[in-house]
């Protein structure tokens, strides 16, 4: 991001500074000779903050589709982990925890695993089965302490 800064800010400076000499040229030929070194002067600066770029810098872990997944991966684990609170809360069942796993490959978004934490006083097979009818997720439930 630095690198666009630097850019965009060596960019801008040279077109004021070229703007500020067009002004100062004289008519005639000498004027069209001062404003072909201009030109040249503006397109070098356009070119030269890319000599400086360090393409290493960028390794694949920073790259945007990995990023784009981690996102993918975040809003599924938050969007599942809601979606069972709520229906589970609708059902007087109080949730301790749950703790979703979700990766992504290409297009798709696959669920690993899904733990529910809850008290001694819920049935396991109770909630697996309202979950599973509800939302279509086969769960693991765990009581809080085992």
Do not use: H, R
């Not at 709520?86 to 690993?112: F, P």
């Amino acid at each position: 991001m630095d690198f666009i800064k630097d850019w965009t800010f060596c960019i801008c400076i040279t077109l004021i500074i070229s703007v500020i000499f067009i002004i100062l040229t004289p008519k005639g030929s000498v004027g069209k000779f001062y404003k072909i070194i201009i030109s040249i002067f503006i397109f070098i600066s356009f070119l030269y903050p890319l000599t400086e770029f360090e393409f290493n810098q960028y390794s694949k872990k920073n790259t945007l589709k990995n990023q784009y997944s981690d996102v993918i991966e975040n809003s599924v684990n938050i969007e599942v982990k809601n979606s069972i609170i709520n229906l589970l809360n609708e059902k007087n069942i109080k949730v301790k925890d749950v703790v979703v796993s979700a990766s992504s490959n290409k297009n798709e978004v696959t669920i690993n695993k899904v733990l529910v934490l809850v008290t001694e006083e819920y049935s396991k097979e109770q909630i697996k089965n309202t979950l599973l009818e509800n939302l279509g997720l086969v769960v693991e439930v765990k009581y809080v302490g085992d």
